[in-house]
Structures are given as structure tokens and as C-alpha cells.
């Protein structure tokens, strides 16, 4: 059994339920089963559930009604008695049969997967409106069709085993209890495509004004929010536990050019991140999809770092994000031996090393951003006449000016504009030479 990952300060607390946890080794792969189970513990302890035993079973395939074979589960009850645990969590999914299946089995204890795991977890983190909405529609997608399995365990709580003379009832019951579930995620939806609406109209208007947008990406527990805050002096929650942010977070920064960009922290991604969260968090993802640039923080000091850095990309393209450019940032190089340092320059000679927590490493990465902000751009003169002030102070502000003098006609600027942002200036753009000509007349 794996407790390698388990911070020292994990106390056992008597008051917190106990898990026992089950995997499935199978075989090759870049997740051995342990370390997808120390990954399961630590989920379980977010949830505030510590872990008393893990199994695991060398399986290629899955059993189609029980997950594990039926002797195994057996082993599984018998643990759990034995560890007075009242949960039993599967490190995979199950589908509402095998759930079902399972219950019956292990009559005793409450039964979850990866999924519903990881949705309570998100469920404890939503903050706001939209968060909680975007997790409840989440969360009744994957009720809906285990609805018949929590109603057979109802059943024989308050029935005592299955009466064939109530089943009637009980098929009634059932029946409304998904047409309320229906109406509910209608609603739902209905509700979230208001409330993207309004987001999708702030975004457009950053869009509109030619800030440069990154978006940081990755792991969860990787260091985006303390970058975020190391880079902006924000207050984003930064914890050393999983999903800590939910909600995405946008900053401005001043880079030393005097160019303003956005940054966005959004949620980190994990492995065998439930499909249907990623479907309901679509639209805080669009911050993600809409970006200019995606920095995608690694925690270099992990030891399943690679493992992760290729679960974020199966995410980033589930989301269709994968075609914009990205500058990966080692993070936590602070937690490194000098030779490991060297193997992960070796292996990511792109990469940018830092540490959010010590600073180190993060001038030379705020320069690496400059450079990707201004390779979007194009140089463009303008003769902005002084009735249009504010243009002026737009160049100021979110784009980097090379020259500027005041004609009779107006401020004559050149400047490096980012090419979203020459629209803007379009109308006021004259010929370069032509400008030079008339400014020694
Ligand atoms: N040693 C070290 N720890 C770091 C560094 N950056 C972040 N951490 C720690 O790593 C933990 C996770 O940091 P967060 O910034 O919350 O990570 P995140 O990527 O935002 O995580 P989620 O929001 O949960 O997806 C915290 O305990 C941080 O203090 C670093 O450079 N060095
Ligand atoms: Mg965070």
C-alpha cells in the first residue's frame, strides 16, 4: 500500500468517516494503480474522508455487472467491516449497473466513484453562482441514471426487501422523482445560459480592446494560483489541497514594456476528470479556449509530473484549446535537486523553471511573456487628433509605444499594437513615411 504521498500532518480523526479505496492495476500505462490511489486518498481527504485500507485487483477488463470480480468485492465488504469504514471508493467509474450491483453486495457502507467523488469535492469549493449552478447540473447529470439504484436502496431501508406488492408504488415514485430531476437540469441549463451570456459579453469587450489574454492551465495543486498571485500581488486561494479553485480569477498585469495583459486562473484538471464536469464548466472554460496564450503550470517536483502534463493535454483538447500557443512553466524548481533540475531542462529545453513560492525564476519568465505578448503584434503610425484623448491613453496602457510627439494635427504615435487591437487605431493610421515627411515640414 502506497502512504508515500501522505503528507505528515495527515492525523487520524475519529470523527471523520473512513474509506476503504479500490483499484484496478491494469498493467502498462503511465498511472500505476498505486499512484492513482494516493491521488484517490488525497481527493478523499479533501472530501474530509480518511482512508483505513486500500485494495487493489489485476484486471484487464473490467466485469461488466460487478467491476471487480464478485470475490474481490467479497474481500472488500470484509475489509471494511473489519475497518468500521462506512465508504467504499472505486478509483474508476462505475456505471449505474455495476453501482447498483455493488450496493447489494456491500449492503452496509455508501458506495462511490471516482466521479461522485470528485464532484463533492467541487461541490464543497463552488463559491460562486456560477460555480454552484455549473456543479449541480453536473452533479444530477450523474444522479439521474443511478436514481433507480438510490430508490432500490430506499426500498429495502423502509420496506425491509423488496415486497412485490409495492413495487407499483415505488415505479410511481420513481418516475417522479426523474421528471423532477429533468425539470431541474433543464433549468439549470436555461440559468447557465444567462449567466454565460453576461460573461461572454465582458469578454468580448477585453477582446475588443486588444488586451493580450493568458490563460493558466494545468494540473490541479500545480502552483497556478500562487503564480497568479506571485505575478499580480492578487489573493487568489492558494492550498496545498485538490481543486482549491473553482472559479477563474482575471488579473492585469503591466509587463515592463508598460503593455497591460490579463491573466485568468481557472480550475485544474486532473486524470479521468469526469467528462460531464468538463461539459458543465464549458463556459468558464471559454476563458481557456479564448486565450491568447496558455501557460501551462507544471509541478515540476511531482513525481507523476509527466503523467500529469499529459492528462492536462487530453483536457486541453477535450475542450478544444489545444491550438493556441502555450509556454510551459516548470513550477516549484525550489523543491529540486540541482541533477533534477538539469533532467527536467534536459527534457523541456522550452520550459520555462521557476518557483511561485520563492520568486525564483520569475523575471526572467516575466521577460519570456513580454516576448509572446509582442510577437502578436504589428507596428503601426497613427496621428490621433486631440479631440480623441482617450486613444491616446489606450496606447498608453495596452500597447507598447515607441515614439511619440505632438503635431498641430494631433499626438503622432508609433507604436507595437497587438494585431486583435488594430482595428482600433485603423481609422487614424497614416503611411509611415509620409508621416516622417510631414513631421520635418
Ligand atoms: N515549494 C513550493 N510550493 C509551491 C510553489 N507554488 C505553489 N506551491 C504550493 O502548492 C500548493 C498548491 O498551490 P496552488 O497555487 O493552490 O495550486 P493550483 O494549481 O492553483 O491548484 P488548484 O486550484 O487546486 O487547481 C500550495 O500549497 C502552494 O503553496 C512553489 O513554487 N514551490
Ligand atoms: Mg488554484
Known amino acids: 500500500m502506497s502512504g508515500r504521498t501522505r503528507p505528515p500532518e495527515w492525523e487520524?480523526?475519529?470523527?471523520?468517516?473512513r474509506a476503504v479505496l479500490v483499484g484496478v492495476d491494469r498493467g502498462a500505462g503511465e498511472w500505476p494503480v498505486e499512484e492513482s490511489l494516493a491521488e484517490l486518498e488525497r481527493l478523499a481527504y479533501?472530501?474530509?474522508?480518511?482512508?483505513?485500507?486500500?485494495?487493489?485487483?489485476?484486471l484487464d477488463k473490467a466485469n461488466p455487472r460487478t467491476f471487480i470480480g464478485a470475490g474481490k468485492a467479497e474481500e472488500v465488504a470484509q475489509l471494511a467491516g473489519a475497518h468500521g469504514a462506512e465508504i467504499v471508493i472505486f478509483d474508476d467509474d462505475l456505471t449505474p449497473r455495476q453501482q447498483a450491483n455493488i450496493e447489494t453486495i456491500l449492503p452496509d457502507v455508501r458506495v462511490f466513484?471516482?466521479?461522485?467523488?470528485?464532484?463533492e469535492i467541487f461541490a464543497m469549493h463552488a463559491v460562486s453562482r456560477e460555480g454552484k449552478l455549473q456543479v449541480e447540473l453536473a452533479q444530477l447529470e450523474y444522479l439521474l441514471p443511478r436514481l433507480r439504484g438510490m430508490w432500490g436502496h430506499l426500498v429495502r431501508e423502509r420496506l425491509g426487501g423488496g415486497r412485490g406488492a409495492r413495487f407499483g408504488a415505488g415505479e410511481s415514485q420513481l418516475e417522479t422523482d426523474r421528471r423532477l430531476a429533468r425539470k431541474r437540469i433543464a433549468d439549470l441549463k436555461r440559468e447557465l445560459r444567462r449567466v454565460s451570456a453576461a460573461r461572454a459579453t465582458q469578454r468580448k469587450s477585453r477582446a475588443g480592446s486588444g488586451v493580450f489574454r493568458v490563460a493558466l492551465v494545468g494540473y490541479t495543486n500545480a502552483g497556478k494560483s500562487s503564480l497568479l498571485n506571485a505575478l499580480t500581488g492578487a489573493d487568489a486561494l492558494a492550498y496545498d489541497m485538490l481543486f482549491a479553485t473553482l472559479d477563474s480569477t482575471t488579473r492585469r498585469l503591466a509587463l515592463a514594456d508598460g503593455r497591460e495583459i490579463t491573466l485568468t486562473d481557472t480550475v485544474g484538471f486532473i486524470n479521468k476528470l469526469p467528462h460531464g464536469l468538463v461539459e458543465a464548466f464549458k463556459s468558464t472554460l471559454d476563458e481557456v479556449r479564448e486565450a491568447d496564450l496558455l501557460l501551462h503550470v507544471v509541478d515540476a517536483s511531482h513525481v507523476q509530473a509527466e503523467a500529469q502534463m499529459a492528462a492536462v493535454d487530453v483536457v486541453l483538447k477535450e475542450i478544444e484549446a489545444s491550438a493556441a500557443p502555450?509556454?510551459?512553466?516548470?513550477?516549484?524548481?525550489?523543491?529540486?535537486?540541482?541533477?533534477?533540475r538539469a533532467r527536467v531542462v534536459a527534457r523541456h529545453p522550452d520550459g520555462v523553471l521557476l518557483s511561485a513560492a520563492t520568486g525564483e525564476g520569475v523575471e526572467a519568465f516575466l521577460e519570456r511573456l513580454a516576448a509572446e505578448a509582442a510577437r502578436d503584434s504589428v507596428t503601426m503610425t497613427v496621428l490621433v487628433p486631440y479631440t480623441h484623448g482617450e486613444l491616446v491613453r489606450l496606447a498608453h496602457e495596452r500597447?507598447?509605444?515607441?515614439?511619440?510627439r505632438h503635431t498641430p494635427e494631433g499626438t503622432a504615435l508609433v507604436m507595437r499594437v497587438p494585431s486583435?487591437?488594430?482595428?482600433?487605431?485603423?481609422?487614424?493610421?497614416?503611411?509611415?513615411?509620409?508621416?516622417?515627411?510631414?513631421?520635418?515640414?
Open 12 to 17: 487520524r480523526d475519529d470523527s471523520r468517516p
Open 399 to 404: 500597447t507598447h509605444l515607441v515614439s511619440e
Open 46 to 58: 479533501t472530501a474530509g474522508i480518511d482512508t483505513a485500507a486500500m485494495v487493489t485487483q489485476r
Open 326 to 340: 502555450r509556454v510551459l512553466v516548470m513550477n516549484k524548481v525550489d523543491r529540486l535537486a540541482p541533477d533534477e
Open 113 to 119: 466513484d471516482r466521479t461522485a467523488l470528485i464532484l
Open 420 to 441: 486583435t487591437m488594430v482595428p482600433t487605431f485603423a481609422e487614424y493610421a497614416v503611411d509611415a513615411d509620409a508621416h516622417e515627411a510631414g513631421a520635418s515640414r
